[in-house]
């Protein structure tokens, strides 16, 4: 079972019989055989290949589960890959508040159902008002774009009801004719649903506007209805993230077990609320300085420039925890080459969600809080007219000046570090669901996520979980019943592989004698250290059908490390540092897992 997606069907497979071929273990097979199984997962299909173990007839399938994965190859891969992470990382906020379901006896707690109902709103109001709205502000601005370049016009204080019918109407008559031919995906027909509801009703006061000789609106009016919206909607994003901050001492404390995933919960949070404020508004910057001429630019700055007054701090909060990402990943670096290929026994940090990040989101958001309410005293306190914050204004204004500068650079560092976004996304989809700010209808995004029951929820891992059950069936089908299963499964499979196993122990089947290798495996790393009210710790009890467990880790893996401390059931081996990849095409770990294939009295075969 292979591990991060973006695989070709029949490679690891391939590899691995390549890999044995060359240690002299079995004989070369390029042969492998392709089956079908007849199950409801339309377009499953397996390799396997017959061959022996020094003189043990063994069959040999590779489970592929990359179809089903989100990360995607070819033109512009990568920056589709962070966007889809940045869109399913959602659903590790449902998972860090949900429901525990350790134990014989799930349980959930009204507390935490409350706090995932309001951020699910959070979420579904970014996802759709809140870029329905910005899609078309950005028609109307459109509008007096082309009126700028052909009257010479820049006054925003001139009536707009004529240019605006003209502008919102096109934008209908396109938006209809895509919609009708079918080039939107689910969301982006939402998307462009919700964004003609908004240009309706925009049309319908711009047309009265018009043939009401006592009304009209300017375009500076049009623009502050906008605003206003705008500011309202991301008001209760803000205030929702702002009631996660506040309940975070009596959840950790009540949940203590639970703290690094609801630190991680509000992280979470805090970043998707500021990447989609930073990005749509430095999108703006971008769009206003591509179709207006200087002077133009600067008066509409000007008109907005409260409402972007701290974008410096958005800029700051993602920068800090870039740089912490960054510095993990420097000193894994720095690590990995003293170590020089050998197992020191040295501390390598941690690069899927460093221990370090939910903590600068904390203290970022109680920064930004404070800086924030210190600049609008004035409001409150006459004193505090003369408080002077330059070191907010000035660095927005370089922000302003540099906007396409800054997007084009966060974009190569995406480039240069999409490796481990890859990873992230086929761990976040391991948590994907079909809920939330996946919804179109509010009430059912919220409902959803209140009554949020992880299992029932993911669109993957039942899947998978049914098709590796397929796969097992098939074989013991063709072969009339097998006396021994290995599975071998690295990274991510092995989070399908213990889930099958769990199921199967769950359903009382029985078949045969059944072993289990992980490579590399996130299970306690990631899953259990941050979720342990879905994952048990590793244990013998935790799959006791299962007659051995072998875990073989590289010392410097990023995301799997060892699962127990030795003694509790589970056969640790340890590998040199050669990162999180190349399991299967090792020459090293490939032997030691023939090694543990073959049985104890066979073992001179291949030692």
């Given at each position: 079972m292979h591990g991060v997606g973006d695989?070709?069907?029949?490679?690891?497979?391939?590899?691995?019989?390549?890999?044995?071929?060359?240690?002299?273990?079995?004989?070369?097979?390029?042969?492998?055989?392709?089956?079908?199984?007849?199950?409801?997962?339309?377009?499953?299909?397996?390799?396997?290949?017959?061959?022996k173990l020094g003189k043990m007839p063994v069959t040999f399938?590779?489970?592929?589960?990359?179809?089903?994965?989100?990360?995607?190859?070819?033109?512009?891969?990568?920056?589709?890959?962070?966007?889809?992470?940045?869109?399913?990382?959602?659903?590790?906020?449902?998972?860090?508040?949900?429901?525990?379901?350790?134990?014989d006896r799930p349980r959930d707690y009204f507390i935490l159902r409350c706090l995932r109902a309001i951020l699910a709103l959070t979420l579904w109001i970014i996802y759709f008002p809140i870029i329905a709205v910005n899609v078309v502000y950005a028609i109307l601005v459109g509008g007096f774009a082309l009126q700028v370049r052909y009257t010479a016009n820049v006054d925003l204080t001139i009536v707009a009801d004529q240019t605006v019918v003209l502008s919102v109407s096109l934008a209908i008559f396109v938006?209809?004719?895509?919609?009708?031919?079918?080039?939107?995906?689910?969301?982006?027909?939402?998307?462009?649903?919700?964004?003609?509801?908004?240009?309706?009703?925009?049309?319908?006061?711009?047309?009265?506007?018009?043939?009401?000789?006592?009304?009209?609106?300017?375009?500076?009016?049009?623009?502050?209805?906008?605003?206003?919206?705008?500011?309202?909607?991301?008001?209760?994003?803000?205030?929702?993230?702002?009631i996660y901050l506040l309940m975070l001492p009596i959840l950790i404390l009540f949940f203590w077990g639970r703290r690094r995933g609801i630190l991680?919960?509000?992280?979470?949070?805090?970043?998707?609320?500021?990447?989609?404020?930073?990005?749509?508004?430095?999108?703006?910057?971008v769009f206003l300085t591509s179709i207006f001429d200087q002077a133009t630019y600067s008066k509409l700055i000007g008109d907005i420039g409260g409402p972007i007054r701290f974008l410096s701090l958005l800029w700051f909060d993602i920068a800090v925890i870039g740089i912490a990402l960054l510095t993990s990943l420097a000193q894994h670096i720095r690590r990995t080459r003293a170590a020089g290929g050998q197992i020191t026994g040295m501390r390598y940090p941690r690069l899927i969600v460093p221990a370090s990040v939910p903590?600068?989101?904390?203290?970022?958001?109680v920064f930004g809080l404070a800086i924030i309410s210190a600049c609008n005293c004035s409001f409150i306190f006459s004193e505090c007219a003369n408080l002077q914050c330059h070191f907010v204004d000035k660095p927005t204004e370089w922000i302003i000046a540099n906007a396409a500068t800054l997007l084009?650079?966060?974009?190569?560092?995406?480039?240069?570090?999409?490796?481990?976004?890859?990873?992230?996304?086929?761990?976040?989809?391991?948590?994907?669901?079909?809920?939330?700010?996946?919804?179109?209808?509010?009430?059912?995004?919220?409902?959803?996520?209140?009554?949020?029951?992880?299992?029932?929820?993911?669109e993957f891992r039942p899947r998978l979980r049914a098709r590796l059950d397929a796969l097992v069936s098939d074989l013991n089908q063709h072969y009339d019943f097998f006396n021994r299963i290995v599975l071998v499964a690295h990274s991510l499979g092995s989070l399908i592989a213990i889930d099958l196993l769990k199921d199967l122990q769950s359903r009382g089947v029985k078949i045969g004698r059944l072993d289990l290798i992980t490579l590399g495996s996130p299970y306690t790393e990631i899953c259990n250290y941050y979720?342990?009210?879905?994952?048990?710790a590793v244990s013998a009890q935790l799959l006791p059908n299962v007659t051995k467990w072998s875990n073989i880790y590289s010392e410097n893996d990023y995301v799997g490390t060892a699962l127990t401390d030795g003694k509790s059931g589970v056969f640790e081996v340890v590998r040199p540092p050669v990162g999180h990849v190349h399991y299967l095409d090792d020459d090293d770990v490939v032997g030691e897992i023939a090694r543990h294939i073959v049985e104890p009295q066979q073992s001179d075969l291949i030692a």
């Open positions: 695989q070709r069907q029949r490679v690891t497979i391939h590899e691995f019989l390549r890999s044995l071929a060359r240690l002299k273990l079995a004989l070369p097979s390029e042969q492998q055989t392709l089956r079908e199984p007849g199950t409801a997962d339309e377009g499953f299909s397996y390799f396997f290949a017959d061959s399938a590779e489970f592929f589960w990359a179809d089903r994965s989100r990360i995607s190859g070819g033109f512009l891969s990568i920056l589709r890959n962070f966007l889809r992470l940045i869109v399913d990382v959602p659903d590790i906020i449902y998972a860090c508040l949900g429901p525990n379901t350790v134990g938006i209809f004719i895509l919609l009708r031919l079918h080039v939107f995906n689910k969301y982006f027909q939402a998307l462009a649903i919700n964004s003609i509801i908004i240009l309706v009703s925009v049309l319908a006061l711009s047309a009265y506007n018009l043939y009401s000789p006592d009304t009209s609106l300017t375009f500076r009016q049009y623009s502050k209805i906008f605003q206003d919206g705008l500011n309202f909607l991301w008001l209760i994003a803000i205030v929702v993230s702002l991680l919960g509000f992280a979470t949070t805090f970043l998707v609320i500021r990447f989609w404020l930073l990005l749509i508004t430095t999108i703006w910057l903590g600068l989101a904390l203290i970022l958001a084009a650079g966060g974009g190569l560092i995406i480039q240069f570090t999409h490796s481990g976004f890859e990873v992230a996304l086929d761990i976040v989809s391991y948590f994907r669901s079909d809920r939330g700010h996946r919804r179109i209808n509010p009430f059912s995004a919220v409902g959803s996520v209140f009554n949020y029951q992880p299992e029932g929820a993911s979720f342990p009210h879905m994952f048990a």
